[in-house]
Every structure is written in C-alpha cells, then in structure tokens.
C-alpha cells in the first residue's frame, strides 16, 4: 500500500504538463473553445498529428503496434494531462477503440488502423445507439445482411459524436436476427463515413455541444471491416464501455479549475471590503469540491492500478462511472455558486476568468449520468456484482 | 502508486480478523451493553497480545514487531469490522508518542511492558467544546523550579479508568507540554461518561496535580508531538470507520438477498438494490482517502489535506450508511436480538468523535484559503 506516483511518474506528470502548455498556443485554445471541448478544427487535428510524431499518442499500447507498453496508469497521467491543458483528445478512439482493435481485430485491420491512430490522422465515432435503443442497447434495429464478401448496411444511430468529423464508425449491427437471445446476434463494424449511403445531421445539446443522428442506406463494405467474431460484438461493446468508463471521469479540467477559483477566491475583493474566500460559505464550497475531486482522483487510479495488476472490477468500474458523474455535477454546481452571478453570463469573463466555463459545464454535466451507460444499470450492476444481491430479471 | 496490500500487511489482516471472528460474537458484545460493565475484554487483549499485535509500531529494542504505521491502520480496520471491546488505538498511540518523543529512561521503562500488555496506556488531549488538541484552552501547567503544577479539564479520554498511565498535555502561554501521569495521583479525578457506544471514556479533571521533570514526555516540542499523535488518531478513527461501514454494508446485503416480500428477495427491488449501491460507492471513497492518509503517515509525510477530507468520509459515510443499513433491514435492524444495532452506534461514534462533516468541512476550507490543498 502506497498511494503516490513513483519519480518516473512524477516526472511524466512535469514533461506531459510543459509538453501541453507549449502546445496551447492562444489559436488554438480559442478553437478549442469554441468547439465546446469536442475538437475537430483544423488547428486541433494539426496538433493530433504532432503529439502522434512525438510519440505521444497510444503510450499504453503493445510495442508491437507502436505504442510504449506503459501501464494504465501512465497512460492515464497522459489523458489527465491532455485534459487539464484544454486539448479535447478524442481517448474514445485511442483509449479505447484502439487497444480493442490491436487485441480482437484480424491483422488487416491492426494494419490499416492502428498507425493511422496513433499516428493522430484517424478519429472513429461510436456507433450504438438508437431512437428506441438506449439503456437497452441489445435491442438495436440496424442490420447488416450477406452479400457474397460483402455486408450491406442499413439502420440509424443517434447520439454519434464527433461522427461530423470523425472518419470513421464503430457500429454495432445485428447479424442473426434469429438468435436465442438478442445480444448473441450482434457484430462490430468499422464504416467509412465517406461511404455511399452513409450521411449525419446535428442533434443541438442542452450544453451547446454538437452531436449527430447518423444514417446508414444501403452501405456495402467488405467483410474485412468486420471486428471480432461474427455474432460476437457485444463482448467487444461491454469491453468497450467498461474502458470508456474510465476515461469519462477524468478529473483533470476538474481539478485545475478548482486551483484557479481557489487563486480567485483569495486574490478578489468584495465591495464589502472582504476576499471572496474570507466567506466561510466560500470555504465550504470549496472544501466540498476539494473533497469530491480527491476521491474521484483516488478511485481513477486506483483502476488504472487494477488494469495494470489485471484485476478490474466490474463493480467498481461502474461505481467510477456513477460517483464521477455525479460528483461533476455537484462540483459546478458548488463551484457556479461561488462565482454567483458571473456563473450566469456567457459571454463575459470581466468577473471571474473562469465563470463562462463554469456556466457551461453545468450544462453540459447532465450527459454522463445517462451517458456511457445509465447510471441505474450501473448500480444494478454495483448490488449484484459487488454486493452479491441478487436481481429482477428483465 | 500500489493500492494492494504486501504479504505481512496481509497477514497481519488475516490472523486480526481470524482472531476477532473467534473471540468477538454478539453475545460476549452484549454482556457490556448499557454499561454492565466496562467495554473491554481483557482475554482477548492478552490473545492479541500474544499474537504481537500490541505492539506494531514498536521496536523490537522494547519487544515490539517493528512494522509500520499502515499495519496499525489495517489492524484498526479489522477492530471496525468486529467492533472488537478492546483499547487498540489509543494504547498503540500513546506507546508510539512516547517512542518517538520520550527519553530513553521513559521507552524502557514503559514500552517494553505496554508492548506486551501488561500495562495499559492512553492519551488525553481534547478538551471541552474544542476539537483543536494544538490549542490546549482549559488545561494549564506551572513550573515551580522543580515540579510542573497542572490543573484543567480533560475530555473524551478513552479507558482512563482502565489506564495505568495517561499521556496528558497541558498550555502554559504558547507552550505546550505532554506529561505521563498516573490516574491514581493526587489532584486527579476521574469521572466515567455513558457515551453512544458503551466506550468507557471519561472526564478527567486536575486539581493542582503535581508533576516531576522525570515524567515530561515532551516540552520544547508538545505541540509536535500532540499533532503527530492527533493526525494518527483522525486517520485510525477513519480506518476504525472503513471496518464498521463495511461490516453493515454487508449485513444489509445478505439481509435483504433473504428477506423475502411479494414472493421475492427484497434486495431484487431496484430501490433497495440501488441504495446499497449508493452505500457501496460511499464505502469505497471512505476506504480510499482513508488508506491515502494512513499511507501517507506511514511514510511520515505531512498529510493535513487529506485527513481532513478522510474524516469528512467518514463522518457522513458514517451516517448515511447507518440510515440506510437500518432502513433496508425494515424493523429487523432495531431489534437489539440482532447485531446490526451495534454497529450504528460505532457509525455514530466514529463521525462525531473529534469533529462532525461540518467541522471538518470548514478546517478543510481554512487551509484552502490560506493557500494549501491545491492539486498538483
């Protein structure tokens, strides 16, 4: 037992964290921005491909396929650091696409995929859900059907983010609509999105962000780009999830937004006379935030530790999922109230630097309690795998 | 960063919990209910003893183990998780204040028959309406030349009865002192108090209590080694607590997963279910922010921050989880037949003892504005 990075670590930690500030020019941040935290502006895709030239990109990966074989913990030092710069990293297709793809693609895949990843040239959006399969997501409509080598595609997908950039979808389809049960009929694709018959239009969020419906007619792509075993995508979409789990609850925006309203907080004066932090409801607020953040720290690393040792949890990966998202959205919440008014305006920093950030990531918090996997099946989840509950069939 | 357990940490928790398991059953805990008599067994004290579990962090120059401060907090799990009738943390703390601050004519002669449990230690640091032991308000030393004089008023002192010696500090202006007195000396009163979880602990008053320079533990640096003792004792409170909560949590799983209403196990209802799961969450950040204080303090780092915020776990871990233990037990919970009840009062005990959420809360915020706490 010993809750502290080793020197190599830390000394990651300090090379990642001036690696990125000298990445952040000012042009860039400011698309970044003005993305909503999604990328896909040309600034943003010029700086994927330098951090995959320096190496960057993939850092948990097999040396085999490139990457540099350092444990989840180091790459989640990596994503952290990525985070906290400002940079949205598409760790979907990194994180999680790619090591699923190096461990059950066939060699033709692992081959025209996996440098174009890592190299930052190839983004993939996921492609599960639909109008009328969401939290039961083994119940999706699209299908694919034989032709000779060829499979044909047909369906819609909702919620398909970065699809409006990406190059690629990961999707899900069924392949046996005459299974016994309906999650043994499913298999994973990879579509082109520059596919005939494949097209995608804006769904506006709550928080401003841009995600898509997308719709697959009569798509034909080969056989090749199936992944895994026929019938066998569910194992793939559970394993998929259980790595995007992760990666949702990185608290590195988190943690330096907390620094700067602290620095704030003490640094401005009140008409009244007093600091903004010389309130002792301030004080509190933050020491809540402060408290929130440190677990979700702890239980990130204590799951990057658990992926190395090989021992993950299903039950505490879900736990992850639901404290971090919850706990996000307390966090601006107690936050947004200690800027006050300024947490209301968006189109003013003149107050607290930060405020317009705080006003929209309360807005935009609500997608992870649903997002990734409803956070009632996780804890069904939680009950029956870490607590032997027994449960209600569905 | 290693959140697994090295192969004498597990076998430290493995023999303490087998010897709980064995030793500690409902009905021994009840013969100490409502104060039948004091709460502490003293055969399984001497079975503890023998298995060299007094005396982790002790070295083995006065007969001790020799491990670290994180046995001592594991070991403090397992007294949770058993809610076992014995002194473990405030002997094992006042053993660790005097081996690090004493003079060697102290250590010897007091650590070698505490290690082995002959004789009892605790400590006496907190005072009425004051969770700081740094500031010692009501409780005030003078030296005549020769003796220390203390009069004041101790509080929340656990086993002072049972003691045969009291690690005790008193103020004299900005200076603080730590004293060994016996309970027996002249100008000391005892006064047992009925707390929530049939503890003994007592009020202890000092009418003019003489005292020689051969019993001063510590003078130029009371106040450090007040701290040092203190910050252990939030993080063994912490740790106590990850043992109760999870014990409960655990009583309530397997109790709802045979409870049968409507034809079916009640933990099949989602309500019940994902309460539990709410609890579950709740323990494990218990858990983690109090391994990371205790990890911390073993390495003898400075570890403020993340005391503070274990201790705000525990505190409203310690009540969330007592409420929805009962509620899902539904009656059979309350019923004193049944072991559960036991356990809420530790859950109680542990979140206030030393300062609530609240208080915890606001000292977290205060080092927060004096410029600590931010991430790295």
């Known amino acids: 037992m010993k809750i502290q990075f080793n020197t190599e670590q830390v000394k990651l930690k300090k090379e990642l964290r001036e690696y990125f500030s000298e990445m952040m020019t000012p042009a860039l941040k400011e698309e970044c921005e003005r993305d909503l935290g999604e990328g896909g502006g040309p600034l943003w895709r010029t700086a994927l491909k330098q951090m995959g030239r320096d ?7 097999d040396e085999k396929w490139g990457g540099k074989g350092l444990t989840p913990l180091e790459q989640f030092i990596f994503v952290e650091e990525v985070m906290r710069a400002g940079y ?9 696409v790619g090591p699923i793809l190096a461990e059950h693609g066939s060699d033709f895949l692992k081959k025209t995929f996996l440098p174009k990843i890592l190299s930052g040239e190839l983004i993939v959006a996921i492609g599960y859900s639909e109008p009328s399969a969401g939290t039961d997501l083994a119940s999706l409509k699209t299908t694919a059907i034989r032709e000779g080598d060829d499979w044909i595609i047909n369906g819609q997908k909702m919620w398909t983010s970065l699809a409006h950039f990406a190059d690629y979808t990961w999707l899900a389809a069924r392949t046996n609509p005459d299974a016994d049960k309906k999650h043994k009929g499913i298999s994973l694709f990879l579509v082109p999105n520059s596919a005939p018959g494949w097209s995608c239009a804006p769904v506006h969020t709550l928080g401003g962000i841009r995600t ?23 194992k793939l979409i559970t394993s998929q999830l259980n790595r995007e789990r992760l990666s949702l ?13 602290v620095k704030w907080a003490i640094t401005t004066v009140l008409p009244s006379g007093e600091s903004v932090i010389e309130q002792s409801w301030v004080q509190a607020n933050l020491a809540k935030v402060r ?20 021992n993950l949890d ?5 736990a992850a999922k639901v404290y971090g998202s919850e706990a996000f959205i307390e966090i601006y919440r107690l936050l947004g109230e200690v800027v006050g008014y300024a947490g209301l305006i968006r189109n003013s920093d003149e107050i607290c630097p930060q405020a317009s950030k705080i006003e929209r990531l309360y807005r935009t918090a609500s997608i992870i309690t649903f997002g990734g996997g409803a956070n009632e099946i996780q804890r069904d989840i939680i009950s029956a795998a870490g607590l032997w509950m027994p449960r209600a069939s569905r | 960063m290693d959140f697994g357990l090295n192969q004498i940490q597990r076998e430290i928790r493995d023999l303490s919990r087998s010897i709980f398991k064995d030793n500690v059953t409902p009905e021994k805990l009840a013969s100490y209910d409502e104060y039948a008599m004091p709460r502490f067994d003293e055969d399984l004290w001497s079975k503890l003893a023998e298995a060299g579990l007094l005396s982790t962090c002790i070295d083995s120059d006065y007969g001790g183990s020799q491990f670290g401060f994180m046995e001592l907090a594991l070991l403090l799990e397992e007294v949770g998780r058993s809610i076992a009738p014995v002194p473990l943390a405030s002997h094992c703390l006042s053993m660790m204040g005097i081996q690090k601050f004493g003079e060697e004519k102290i250590r010897k002669k007091i650590l070698p028959e505490a290690a082995s449990g002959k004789i009892l230690l605790t400590s006496a640091f907190l005072e009425p309406m004051n969770n700081n032991p740094m500031s010692a308000h009501s409780t005030s030393y003078v030296f005549d030349g020769k003796n220390y004089i203390i009069s004041g008023r101790k509080q929340a002192v656990p086993f002072a009865n049972q003691a045969d010696y009291i690690l005790l500090s008193a103020a004299n202006g900005e200076d603080l002192v730590v004293f060994i007195i016996e309970p027996g000396a002249a100008g000391v009163s005892i006064k047992p108090l009925q707390v929530t979880s049939f503890e003994p602990q007592a009020e202890i008053c000092l009418n003019e209590v003489t005292v020689e320079s051969s019993q001063v533990v510590a003078v130029r640096d009371g106040s450090t080694l007040v701290k040092w003792i203190f910050d252990r004792m939030l993080s063994l409170i912490c740790m106590h607590q990850v043992g109760v909560t999870d014990a409960a949590m655990k009583m309530s799983a397997s109790y709802t997963s045979e409870r049968t209403q409507f034809g079916v196990p009640v933990a099949t209802f989602q309500a019940v279910g994902h309460r539990m799961a709410d609890s579950y969450i709740d323990i494990e950040c ?4 109090s391994y990371q204080a205790a990890s911390l303090l073993d390495l003898e780092e400075e570890a403020d ?53 609240s208080y915890h809360t606001q000292q977290l915020g205060n080092l927060i504005a004096s410029g600590r706490g931010l991430f790295s």
Not at chain 1, 55 to 61: F, K, N
Not at chain 1, 249 to 261: A, E, K
Request: net charge negative; with cysteine; aromatic share 14%.
């Open chain 2, 286 to 289: 218990l858990r983690l922010t």
């Open chain 1, 55 to 61: 190496g960057w990109i993939g850092m948990g990966w």
């Open chain 1, 212 to 234: 898509n419906v997308t719709y697959y007619d009569n798509i034909r792509i080969s056989d090749a780009y199936r992944v895994g075993g026929l019938n066998e995508g569910w």
């Open chain 1, 314 to 318: 299903m039950a505490d990966a879900s």
């Open chain 2, 305 to 357: 921050i993340e005391l503070q915020i274990a201790k705000i776990w525990a505190a409203d871990v310690g009540h969330r989880l007592s409420y929805s233990a009962q509620h899902v037990h539904g009656g059979a919970g309350i019923d004193r037949d049944y072991p559960l009840w036991r356990y809420c009062l530790w859950l109680r005990h542990n979140e206030m003892i030393v300062g609530g959420s």
């Open chain 1, 249 to 261: 609850i990185n608290f590195g925006p988190c943690s330096d937004l907390f620094n700067q309203i």
């Open chain 1, 88 to 96: 949205p990293f598409p760790f979907l297709t990194t994180e999680s």
């Open chain 1, 291 to 310: 408290a929130y953040i440190e677990c979700m720290k702890l239980i990130v690393y204590k799951q990057s530790w658990a992926m190395t040792e090989g």
